[in-house]
């Protein structure tokens, strides 16, 4: 079973608004990753968030992470159309490989 | 410079048939990846290369899987027998150890489709 579980599966916006997505997982964790998927090709890294932090900006991103809850939220700010994908969330536990979640699927409308 | 490639991009292939994917890893990256993504779903932790260490195979679905890492850098995954069920995207990602960072570079993905 996926180690990353997002919520909502699918979420639908328009564009300008803000767009969030959460992510729960279950073991510990060094570190929680994001990751943004086009058309079901290859992952782009977006923003890691290690154990001892609380949140984490990068542009139009922000992430945080409850380590007591063990769960992530990723808030893309003002949304684009460009911004429609699939966000993955993954942890690393391990520091060796990482376990994705089942993705949250953005569509945001011009 | 260049990625992570990945080839064929998009295979064809009977039921029965054997197939091979290919993967080329970012140069000097240590640790290299694949995973398998069915239709709408998160990704599949399938093998595991790290240096000259014994790889983790501890995600290969059955022993139709394997995989090898010549001169570690060029991987090849290996799909014996192929079954609709293999019908997915193959990914590979290749991450630098030594460097300490955790991100890791996926290629494009080879499509694959047993009909």
């Known amino acids: 079973s996926q180690q990353g579980e997002e919520d909502p599966q699918a979420l639908s916006i328009q564009e300008g608004e803000n767009a969030t997505m959460n992510c729960s997982y279950k073991?510990?964790?060094?570190?929680l990753q994001w990751y943004r998927q086009n058309s079901g090709r290859g992952l782009v890294h977006l923003i890691l968030?290690?154990?001892?932090?609380r949140e984490k900006h990068s542009g139009r991103l922000r992430v945080t992470l409850d380590t007591s809850k063990k769960s992530s939220s990723l808030l893309i700010t003002a949304s684009r159309a460009a911004d429609t994908a699939s966000y993955f969330c993954?942890?690393?536990?391990?520091?060796?490989?990482?376990?994705f979640g089942s993705g949250t699927q953005l569509t945001v409308l011009p | 410079g260049a990625g992570v490639s990945q080839s064929p991009s998009n295979k064809v292939t009977e039921k029965g048939k054997d197939v091979e994917l290919r993967c080329d890893p970012i140069?000097?990256?240590?640790?290299l990846y694949w995973y398998r993504q069915s239709l709408g779903q998160g990704l599949e932790f399938l093998i595991y290369?790290?240096?000259?260490?014994?790889?983790?195979k501890s995600g290969l679905p059955s022993d139709r899987f394997s995989a090898e890492r010549t001169g570690g850098s060029v991987s090849t995954l290996t799909i014996q027998r192929t079954q609709q069920e293999d019908s997915a995207v193959y990914l590979c990602?290749?991450?630098?150890?030594?460097?300490?960072?955790?991100?890791?570079?996926f290629g494009p993905g080879t499509r694959l489709t047993v009909t």
């Open positions: 990602a290749s991450r630098d150890w030594v460097g300490g960072t955790y991100e890791q570079y």
């Open positions: 073991t510990s964790i060094n570190n």
């Open positions: 968030i290690r154990s001892n932090e």
């Open positions: 993954a942890t690393d536990g391990s520091a060796r490989q990482l376990t």
């Open positions: 140069s000097g990256h240590t640790a």
């Open positions: 290369f790290q240096g000259n260490s014994a790889p983790d």
